[in-house]
């Protein structure tokens, strides 16, 4: 009889030594997690990027106030979430994707008027496309601090494509 109650209470000890080793769902990257941290990335990485080409090229002070208010925030985004990368065991790159260098590339051609008009158009766009991936990692992710990371950054996308949209129709009327 002892030697039973032994090994149940052994049992008991195990499985709660085992339970509380296992990993909760919440702390695993899904393949949406993965996504949105290459895709964030990307986008962080080609803001930077046709920012840097704005302050360059800009001639709008509205346009220049923009692309100095992206280095910043875009920059601060990318270093958080090169930290989560750490963290969650996930590499995150500097890198941009086929679009993204066709865009520069488009932009770099330009000058003036013209180039304001260009970046501030692509600004809303590449804005909505994050937005849109923001707002599906909030719903589909299933890493916590990979949402916590959507849920803290989306709110800055939304205001940078806000103005963006502001300086579009104050100065570029299509």
Known sequence: MKS????????????????????NDDDELND????FMIKASISNTAELG???LALNKATN???RAYANHMIVEHGTAQTDLKNLGTRVGFAVKDTLDPAHIAIATQLSALSG??????YIHTQIVDHNATSANFQLEQTAGQHSDVKNYANTYRPHIEMHLTRADSIAAAYFRR
């Open 4 to 23: 039973n109650y032994l090994i149940y209470s052994g049992c008991l000890l195990f499985s709660l030594a085992f339970s509380s080793c296992s990993k």
């Open 32 to 35: 949406n997690d993965r996504g």
């Open 113 to 118: 008027r013209q180039f304001d008009s260009a």
């Open 50 to 52: 046709t920012a840097t």
């Open 61 to 63: 002070v509205a346009v």
